[in-house]
């Protein structure tokens, strides 16, 4: 395979403002995820969750994208990629932080897996060969220092039990960081990110209906709580259609550093939802962690490379 050419990011293109709307976007829609899907976890369980979110995002996306004309057909050379992102991107992710949240806290649940950034940037390296910057590694530091903050003295006092939770949630962050140094490692796609997205929930739908059907007999749709529909609506139009769509187009245009490490604002969101919808207190400690993790992003987002 050639070596793919480095892409300019909107920073050195000055897109600024519209990348930072880009990352807005999609730490608004994943972090307030996080209690969407605890709420839904009431009554459906975590396969079929994840069937009813795959099987809808693939009818929508892929819907969508023939009702505006665009090719569905995905050329032979982007198939094996297609298919091995998206296993890891969308189904070891989603399965993961699914059956975590059940073990663990669900603002402890989206700290742990906001360790990818660290994860990605190393893999970043080997796969890559992309050379990490000082102003990236103090924007880890300062995002990594946050996400220890936020999770407290809770990851020490854990017992054999109580590391089920953050061992599922660590393998999704793992996870999710091999798929997208994955993508970037592909370089350009000839597909539109809306059907890429979508044939990647269709290949994963099969085998999380394979599971549920074997092991979940899942309540009633006449018994679900409200809120649990709530949770749903929110789960399959904001996290599941636009936000995964808008994170592919994320990792495009941006360095595997910047795309990575901006991901770090959405535990914020998360944890300032959990704090909203399901009475947790917000306290100094939740403060500092905020302030160092915006603090990662800005070190890593406002760095202007040398020309020449």
């Known amino acids: ?181 994955l993508i970037k490692r592909r370089g350009s796609w000839r597909a539109h990110p809306v059907v890429i997205t979508g044939w990647q929930f269709a290949l994963c739908t099969l085998p999380v209906a394979m599971l549920a059907a074997a092991h979940e007999s899942p309540a009633a749709i006449s018994s679900w709580r409200t809120t649990t529909w709530l949770g749903l609506g929110y789960h399959l139009v904001f996290a599941i259609c636009l936000a995964q769509m808008l994170w592919f187009r994320n990792v495009n245009r941006l360095t595997v550093g910047q795309a990575t490490i901006s991901t770090l604002i959405i535990p914020v969101v998360g944890v300032t939802s959990a704090i909203v919808l399901l009475g947790e207190s917000w306290t100094p400690q939740v403060l500092l962690a905020l302030c160092l993790i915006l603090a990662a992003v800005v070190s890593v987002m406002t760095q202007r490379r040398p020309t020449g």
């Open 1 to 181: 395979m050639p070596p793919q050419q480095a892409t300019p990011t909107p920073l050195q293109t000055g897109g600024t403002a519209g990348t930072l709307l880009l990352i807005g976007a999609i730490g608004l829609f994943w972090g307030g995820n996080w209690p969407a899907v605890r709420f839904s976890l009431m009554d459906i369980p975590p396969f079929t969750l994840r069937t009813i979110g795959f099987g809808t995002g693939a009818l929508l996306l892929l819907g969508w994208a023939w009702l505006r004309g665009l090719p569905l057909g995905i050329v032979r050379g982007e198939r094996s990629w297609l298919i091995v992102t998206g296993l890891f991107t969308i189904l070891g992710f989603n399965v993961g932080t699914a059956f975590g949240q059940l073990h663990m806290p669900t603002s402890q649940a989206a700290i742990v897996a906001f360790t990818m950034p660290c994860w990605a940037l190393l893999m970043a390296m080997g796969l890559l060969g992309e050379r990490v910057t000082t102003r990236q590694w103090l924007g880890l530091a300062l995002g990594q220092a946050g996400l220890l903050v936020l999770l407290g003295p809770a990851a020490w006092q854990a017992g054999f039990d109580g590391l089920v939770g953050p061992f599922l949630v660590l393998g999704a962050a793992l996870s999710w960081a091999l798929g997208t140094v």
